[in-house]
């Protein structure tokens, strides 16, 4: 069994700031890409940021310059550090991790039970 389970989410003001954490958790052997999506209401899952086992960076262009994503690869974490946030960015944010639990096996992708971020005065 694999977990992935997020913190962080809450209610912030417009041009606020909030951290996120994902924290993997169960068998696992390594650790590929992680990453965080989200969804809004009405709207389409979609990708905000991920970072490889290289630390290799992608980015939502709505994002860009305002969220950064990071991994600690000893603990099995990735964060999210969101500023100067829009309420636009309300929505529930999904952990996503690609990861192998033992050598040889398949990778497979594994997702958190989110987290909700509004963004509202």
């Known amino acids: 069994q694999v977990h992935l389970v997020e913190s962080g989410g809450g209610l912030v003001q ?3 700031s909030l951290r996120l954490s994902c924290a993997a958790s169960g ?3 390594s650790i590929g890409a992680m990453g965080w999506y ?6 389409q899952r ?4 991920r970072v490889s086992s290289g630390n290799s960076t992608d980015y939502g262009d709505s994002v860009k310059g305002r969220f950064t994503i ?5 603990k099995n974490t990735v ?4 500023n100067s946030l829009k309420p636009e960015d309300t929505a ?3 952990c ?3 990861l192998m639990q033992s050598a040889g096996a398949r990778v497979y992708g594994y997702w958190g039970q989110g987290t909700q971020v509004t963004v509202s005065s």
């Not at 989200?38 to 709207?43: A, S």
């Open 38 to 43: 989200r969804q809004g209401p009405g709207k």
């Open 92 to 94: 529930v944010y999904y």
């Open 27 to 29: 068998r696992i052997f």
């Open 79 to 82: 964060h999210l550090q969101m």
């Open 70 to 74: 990071s991994r600690d690869n000893a």
């Open 14 to 16: 417009p041009g606020g």
């Open 46 to 49: 979609e990708l905000v940021a």
């Open 96 to 98: 996503n991790a690609y």
